[in-house]
């Protein structure tokens, strides 16, 4: 646990260098609700209200830059550890899901089985393509809301304090890009009192394959609107392999090349270097495997636990029809740029 450092560190380290990824972290533990994210598209990273209660009220707190995961040091790995690695799909047809559907499929079995009593993550308007931060607590809203985001306009962990102070779910999945996950990660093992309720509560962290995610605006309106006369409600899926590829409404497909959207960037994304979610308990892509299907790096026990739990039930198949030096050679790009 780092001590005595309020947002005021965190502003000076992380927000004002440009580095913060959006994760949502700090907003989520602030016991002051004091920290919160703009709706005005120039900043992306959290603004104060002003009221620390370490600052205005001698408590001690530091709870924002103890989960904040730009306060560390970059590990210096490539594609870290794990138990092993496999093709996976969901044996049953999941709408809207990425790739093998392998991550839904899990998540729902987790559900069925009492593994887990909510998810973390994000769905988007179906017509503007935001993203919207979601609690998901059934295995049918799973479903419902299947699939990968690639635009930023709100931080996954938006919705982690209602769902652990509020609701007091105790057995949370979180599913996110890596610096969503370096969040959780801190959380479980972090020593500060103010934080012990959110680690104790997340049971299961997936972290998904990212090189990088874009600022909604940029993307969506000036990019994509503007450049190429295509408006968010006229798109129906994306997906980015080597290139932004786009599902359109009237059931034409066109690709945009990922150069073009490079000045959508998000700036807290320019300095990342995990690839494959370092942290996670499985890491998860359509990078390494055949159409159709999900490449699972399984980390940690907990999460082979999952993972053999869903084979077990007969809702996810598995492949060892791997290539490693793909996801490889996407992790060493990241990792060197």
Known sequence: MTKNKTYTALKEEVWDTGICSGCGACTAVCPADALFFSDD????????SGYCKQETDQVPCGACYD???????????????????????????????QSGGAVT???????????????????????????????????????????????????????L?????????????????????????????SSHDLVKPYGKSIRLIIGLFCTESF????????????QH??????????????????SLTDGSQTAIALKEIEPAIRNGCKTCTDFSALDS??????????DGWTTLLVRTEKGNQFVQNAVNSHQLELSDEIDIDAIMHLAEKKFNR
């Open 281 to 290: 308990d499985i890491s998860a892509g359509s990078v390494g495997t055949k």
């Open 161 to 189: 304090k209602s769902a652990i102070i509020s609701k007091k779910l105790k057995h949370l999945a979180i599913v996110g890009t890596p610096c969503v996950v370096q969040a959780a990660r801190l959380m479980k093992e």
């Open 215 to 226: 600022d909604y605006y940029p993307l969506m309106d000036k990019i994509l609107k503007e």
């Open 229 to 246: 006369n295509i408006p968010s409600y006229t798109i129906k899926k994306m997906d980015v392999k080597g290139k932004l590829e786009l």
């Open 67 to 97: 989960v904040c995961p730009r306060t560390r040091p970059k590990k210096e790995e490539i594609l870290g550890s794990y138990l092993h690695v496999t093709g996976a799909r969901s044996t049953s047809e999941i709408a809207h899901k």
């Open 105 to 159: 499929a899990l998540l729902v079995n987790a559900f069925q089985s009492g593994m887990i009593d909510g998810v973390i993550t994000v769905t988007e308007d179906r017509w503007t393509h935001r993203s919207i931060s979601i609690l998901i607590t059934s295995a049918g809203e799973l479903i419902e809301h299947a699939g990968s985001r690639y635009n930023w306009s709100v931080p996954v962990l938006k919705s």
């Open 41 to 48: 598209p120039g900043i992306n990273h959290p603004l104060s």
